[in-house]
């Protein structure tokens, strides 16, 4: 395995100086990459019915396009061009026929949604994932690190076909598109890979985990933090390293990492690189190089972006979109500034408005930040609280008391007079709530000035409410949302808000400081 180790080290080592190249002026990039998509798409259904060839001799394609082109949300989009697309119609948004369907997860009680995943977005990719795998090669490791084995810790590979297309989670798609000098390294088995039952899964993984050689993981936080520890606690270890000492490289993605943070220093005692990584049914966004402190966009890769400010002119206090008119390219986007993210892409979606928010950090280097969704902020009078706000402030007090929060939620509520954040949390330590009270609201206050505000005036209380976090996996098995690719949600309205209080009044062990 030494061998193969070293001849993989110096055939990356290879590869990257290859596929590396100058970010500096994404917009170039990005104004080809919209040039080629139009031109691809142009005999398309939706090219001619928005005149994608009239786009094409514009002296500014970008203006043109943004001028005759509308904003999609998914409804829309499957009313209007996908539902063909499902149904098996060829070159209704793409050139030929979709027969691949990624289910999305989602954080709300909304039905999967069916996305369109091309050849051409397939490659996309794939080419994406061996870039930021290409970027390991940096790392001062022997080339014995290179034979180790790499962990996807996904939803079921097990795909369902209907009619002429097969539809499942992204990873099922992609299972049979791993490169074939990858395969061999990639655990677990396909067997394994294809239980739905999350449980199962987990089950057969621990069983299989001392056989193997592990040295880079790649999954959401919390299922991999379940998964570790279910694997010590199984056969009596001091670590994870006790089985898996080759780990060097945590890749992860879905969720902020911060309020994960302390709890994963503890696990792998700080001898693991963190990763982030921003891949979605829609597509590979970005991803974060070895040596890197963030996210970088991927500006080349058959996905032209669009950026419109998340504001009250742009988006109404439930986070629908009210004006797309303000939206930007990469060229125009300021660093610092809050923007829901558009996307159009390889796999005939176009100016489709993901419902992530994101925050330029260095936009020399088209650096961001993951900063929330568009419908998961609290405005209740005004505070605008986001889920940055709020993950920010959180992570800031558990340092400060020294606990690991492993999942959180805020809700709405009214008080006499005025209105309440209700904040639900579990930890493995005990803490004063009143004291972390105290703290997570000066917090809060520090990182937003409207909420600071507000807390003078309408916005009465903040309510802590510390469970189990159990508790939290609870509800998402009722929900359907348990494993794999789903994220707890870190906002709650309407309804999904009303069954979480309901779910939680049938339990006894929630401890709450108001």
């Not at 260095?362 to 993951?370: C, Q, S, Y």
């Amino acid at each position: 395995m030494a061998v193969i180790g070293s001849l993989i080290k110096s055939t990356s080592k290879y590869a990257a100086k290859v596929v590396e190249k100058p970010v500096v002026k994404g917009h170039e990039y990005q104004e080809k990459q919209l040039k080629k998509l139009l031109v691809k798409a142009k005999k398309t259904n939706f090219g001619k019915d928005f005149n994608f060839n009239q786009i094409l001799k514009s002296d500014d394609i970008i203006k043109a396009f943004q001028a005759e082109v509308p904003v999609f949300d998914y409804n829309l989009m499957f009313q209007q061009y996908w539902h063909k697309t499902l149904s098996g119609v060829e070159n209704v948004s793409w050139p030929g026929k979709i027969k691949n369907f990624a289910l999305t997860s989602g954080t709300t009680g909304s039905a999967s949604k069916k996305i369109p995943v091309s050849d051409k977005m397939i490659s996309s990719i794939k080419k994406a994932g061996i870039k930021q795998f290409l970027s390991f090669s940096k790392i001062d490791v022997p080339a014995e690190f290179y034979a180790c084995d790499i962990l996807f810790l996904g939803g079921s590979t097990a795909l369902t076909t209907i009619n002429s297309h097969v539809e499942g989670d992204l990873s099922g798609i992609m299972t049979g598109k791993v490169p074939q000098w990858l395969a061999p390294f990639s655990k677990p088995n396909r067997r394994v890979r294809a239980l739905r039952n999350w449980e199962e899964k987990i089950e057969a993984i621990v069983a299989e985990a001392p056989s193997w050689n592990i040295g880079i993981v790649c999954g959401v936080p919390a299922w991999i933090q379940m998964m570790i520890e279910r694997i010590v606690d199984h056969y009596g270890l001091n670590s994870i390293f006790d089985v898996w000492p080759n780990l060097k490289i945590y890749v992860h993605g879905g969720v902020n990492f911060e309020p994960y943070m302390l709890k994963f220093n503890e696990i792998f005692k700080q001898q693991v690189i963190y990763l982030d990584s921003y891949l979605t049914s829609e597509g590979f966004f970005a991803y974060q190089p070895l040596n890197s402190d963030g996210l970088e966009l991927i500006v080349n890769n058959g996905v032209f972006f669009e950026f419109i400010p998340f504001n009250i002119e742009n988006f109404d206090e439930e986070g629908e979109l009210r004006s797309y008119k303000n939206a930007v390219s990469l060229k125009d986007a300021v660093a610092g500034i809050d923007y829901g993210i558009v996307v159009s892409t390889n796999a005939g979606t176009w100016r489709y408005l993901l419902g992530d928010t994101i925050k330029f950090t260095d936009k020399e280097r088209n650096k961001i930040k993951i900063t929330g969704r568009t419908k998961h902020f609290l405005s209740l009078c005004g505070e605008h609280l986001s889920v940055d706000n709020m993950t920010e402030a959180l992570t800031k007090v558990c340092i400060e008391f020294n606990i690991d929060v492993r999942e959180f939620v805020v809700i709405g509520g009214d008080v006499e007079g005025g209105f309440k954040h209700e904040w639900f949390f579990s930890s493995d330590k005990l803490v004063d709530l009143a004291a972390m009270k105290l703290r997570l609201d000066a917090a809060l206050k520090t990182f937003n000035a409207d909420y600071a505000l507000e807390r003078q005036y309408a916005l009465k209380d903040i309510e802590l409410n510390m469970i189990p976090t159990t508790y939290f996996y609870e509800f998402m098995k009722i929900k359907g949302k348990y494993g794999a690719q789903h994220k707890f949600p870190r906002v709650m309205k309407g309804q999904y808000a009303e069954d979480w209080k309901c779910f939680l009044l049938d339990k006894l062990e929630v401890k709450t400081f108001a």
